[in-house]
């Protein structure tokens, strides 16, 4: 069973920049696509960003291309998502998660994935 803990949320200034980090834990990593997504206050958890573990390929939302990127780190076990040029409507929850693609599931959509992290709040101040 794949396990996760994210890190890194924070208060931070339009404009500025955080790094997420989800530790990821487990057997068979390379079978797993990882997400990261949001939820933000009266609103629908929502996919931002995905990479598959194994291939590295990577997938985004819309809103937030050109501004944040997706890595993972196989030899650490760490998947990051780092955040450039930050706007206050991207204030939620950020949750980290894993989807076994051998499920063929969708990467886009929350209900496919599997495993969960606790999820770290963060803010951005106009």
């Known amino acids: 069973q794949v396990q996760l803990v994210e890190s890194g949320g924070g208060l931070v200034q339009a404009g500025g920049s955080l790094r997420l980090s989800c530790a990821v834990s487990g057997r068979a990593l390379s079978s797993y696509f990882m997400g990261w997504f949001r939820q933000a206050p009266g609103k629908e958890r929502e996919f931002v960003a995905g990479?598959?573990?194994?291939?590295?390929?990577?997938y985004f939302t819309d809103s937030v291309k050109g501004r944040f990127t997706i890595s993972r780190d196989r030899v650490k076990n760490l998947a990051y998502l780092q955040m450039n040029s930050l706007k206050p409507e991207d204030t939620a929850v950020y949750y980290c998660?894993?989807?076994?693609?051998?499920?063929?599931?969708?990467?886009?959509?929350?209900?496919?994935?599997?495993?969960w992290g606790q999820g770290t709040q963060v803010t951005v101040s106009s």
């Open positions: 998660a894993a989807e076994d693609q051998r499920r063929k599931g969708s990467v886009y959509r929350s209900g496919d994935y599997d495993v």
């Open positions: 990479i598959s573990w194994s291939s590295g390929y990577t």
